[in-house]
């Protein structure tokens, strides 16, 4: 349970601060309005290391690790979620693929240059029939010489319409399955036979690309196959691992910009000769965020310094991401509450909070998954 504060991590919690009070949440309504990140955004955060912050230094990366890791999707997401989701996409679960499976060769090749963020990632599983049965997957990959071809399609792909690279999880052997029938492989967009598709119009996170891609008889050579055939599996699911704590982390920083938000509110808006913050229903509502606000840091940091050791966090990462993300959900609707109709308001930033808030339980594995996750450890292990 040990864990401490090292003098790097304050380092980099101070610069992303910074980055974020100066060039992310600045732009945060306009990136909800016009549905995109700008590409200047993109190149200051490579500028700043933030694309590769948890990636060793050795394949282009900040160097950071997990806790790195976590202290940037806190601090971006007291900004623009939006933001903080395309970097989530691009380097937990774009880049930590490679970083799992990939030889030295794929490292240099592909992962140095995306922890430089001269090229951008994504994670492509999800597939029309295959959402929570992600082992269902019917997009194929079929032998042929010195190559795989692939056909199908997968959806709600975060950043698939704008990546360079994508890990593509692609059946081999369909009567397999999750266990041995499903392989990764590691495609540049530029490959013939790739395309994108439908690029969805959402609730929340609208900044933040997500598209339907489509593959048809696209040649991927052996030599892009990310770990071994019929491992791909195992390697998306170690994967969703980083990507369900990063969202735990991401859930803290959002939240603390909601409970910070709304101790000002309370006290600067008077009702009834007063400011609402001497109501103590509204002391009520401040109290209970702070103290799951406590509760989500300190679950976050502790799988993360777990992450950082080389141990195994799969049920930890999935209790995360559950719990943080449910109760993001709840912060952001008492921070309406406190600020009434106000909140509601679109030049208020409360309302772009309370949407992007939502998908936070549904995607990298819906909540009701994590409760499954989490049940199989503990039935398997039979104690806590
Ligand atoms: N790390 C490494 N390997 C893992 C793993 C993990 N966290 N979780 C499972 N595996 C391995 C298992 O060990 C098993 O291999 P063995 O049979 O050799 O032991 C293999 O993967 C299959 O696992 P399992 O039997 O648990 O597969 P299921 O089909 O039952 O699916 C769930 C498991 C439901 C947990 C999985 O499909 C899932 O996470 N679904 C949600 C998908 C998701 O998050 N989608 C979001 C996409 S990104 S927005």
Known sequence: MDFEWTEEHRMVREMVRKFTDQEVRPLAA??????????????????????????????????????????????????????????????????????????????????????????????ALTESEAGSDAGGIRTSAAVDGDAFVINGSKIWITNGGIADIVVLYAATDTAKGPKGGITAFIVPTDTPGFSVGTVEKKMGIRGSNTAELIFENMRIPVSQVLGKVGDGFKNAMGTLDYGRLGLGAAAVGASREMLELSVRHAQERQQFGKPIAE?????????????????????????????????????????????????????VDRAMQIHGGMGYMTHMPIERFYRDSRINRIFEGTNEIQHLVIARDLLKKGKY
């Not at 993109?42 to 990366?61: F, Q, S, T, W």
């Not at 310094?305 to 993001?328: H, I, N, P």
């Open 30 to 123: 306009e990136i909800d309005r016009k549905e995109e990140i700008p590409a200047d955004l993109l190149r200051k955060a490579a500028e700043n290391g933030l694309m590769g912050i948890a990636i060793p230094d050795a394949y282009g990366g900040s160097g950071f690790g997990e806790i790195g890791y976590c202290i940037m999707m806190e601090e971006l997401s007291h900004g623009c979620a939006s933001f903080a989701i395309t970097i989530a996409a691009h380097q937990s679960i774009g880049c930590m693929p490679i970083l799992l499976d990939g030889t030295e060769e794929q490292k240099q090749k592909f992962l140095a240059p995306m922890a430089r963020g001269e090229k951008l990632g994504a994670f």
């Open 279 to 331: 109501q103590q229903i509204i002391q009520f509502y401040l109290a209970e965020m702070g103290a799951r606000i406590y509760a989500m840091e300190s679950m976050v940091y502790r799988t993360a310094a777990m992450a950082d050791r080389g141990e195994k966090f799969s049920r930890e990462s999935a209790m995360v991401k559950y719990l943080c993300t449910e109760w993001q959900d709840w912060i």
